[in-house]
């Protein structure tokens, strides 16, 4: 399974904003996916995840009501939607796959997904 994050750009607060991620693989319709970020010199944060069917997705706490996750199965994407965005949400954003949903603990770990992409770079000036 190979991800690609595409999307990335530089945007005023308040603005919005969709990253992309691009799975390739014949196993896609079967990988539950979810998004991370990372600033320099911090710890890579979970922001959201979906299941592999999209009826079950997770928020962290601080995106909750601002970012939506959804995915289509036919063009093997998934995407989120960024609104209101914040310059605390500048970072790199990065996609990953794990074959089986579970429980927000499991699905905002990183240690838990087997397959990750490149990150894309999403900038947000006040």
């Known amino acids: 399974v190979q991800l690609q994050a595409s999307g990335g750009g530089l945007v005023q607060a308040g603005g919005s904003l969709r990253v992309s991620c691009a799975v390739s693989?014949?196993?896609?319709?079967?990988?539950?996916v979810g998004w991370f970020r990372q600033a320099p010199g911090k710890e890579r944060e979970f922001v959201a995840a979906i299941s592999w069917s999209g009826s079950m997705t997770y928020y962290a706490d601080s995106v909750k009501g601002r970012f939506t996750i959804s995915r289509d199965n036919a063009k093997s994407t998934v995407n989120l939607q960024m609104n209101n965005l914040k310059p605390e949400d500048t970072d790199v954003y990065y996609c990953?796959?794990?074959?089986?949903?579970?429980?927000?603990?499991?699905?905002?770990?990183?240690?838990?997904?087997?397959?990750w992409g490149q990150g894309t770079q999403v900038t947000v000036s006040s």
């Open positions: 693989g014949r196993t896609f319709r079967m990988n539950s």
């Open positions: 990953a796959a794990r074959p089986r949903w579970d429980t927000y603990r499991t699905m905002s770990a990183i240690d838990a997904y087997d397959y």
